[in-house]
């Protein structure tokens, strides 16, 4: 009885030990796009998952490769399409922010000489359990993305 406790002790311990539920926050499918001609103005897309036990918000995203980086929401009023500011995301548990054309987005302002595409560009993403950076390379942009 005390040999068959201790292997069911031993199998259910290794096999906790063998399931890495990973890192609690992910951001996956992430596009950044360079400025279209004439603009100043790249754009990142992404997808950012709550994987973890509780809700999490995103407050903000820098890189070293733009000035300045800014979060913004897309709406559509009136017939009339409007991009503004947003403060922050809220992430439930389990759900996924999505970020895409016409919804939510990264606002990449005033690139570095050296940020054109084909160059990598680093986005370094505050949320209240910390910090996610994660990088891509710069993808051309055509004037309809």
Known sequence: MRYLLTVMLLATLLVSCA?????????????????????????????ITNRGTAAITVHNASSPQFERVEMHETTIADGVSRMRPIDGIEIAVGDTAIFEAGGKHLMLMNPGPDTIPGSPVTLEITHDSGLLIVSATMQPRLPTE
């Not at 399931?19 to 997808?47: F, H, T, W």
């Open 19 to 47: 399931q890495d539920s990973g890192p609690p926050v992910i951001v996956s499918e992430l596009r950044i796009l360079a400025p279209v001609p004439g603009s100043n103005m790249g754009v990142a897309y992404m997808k």
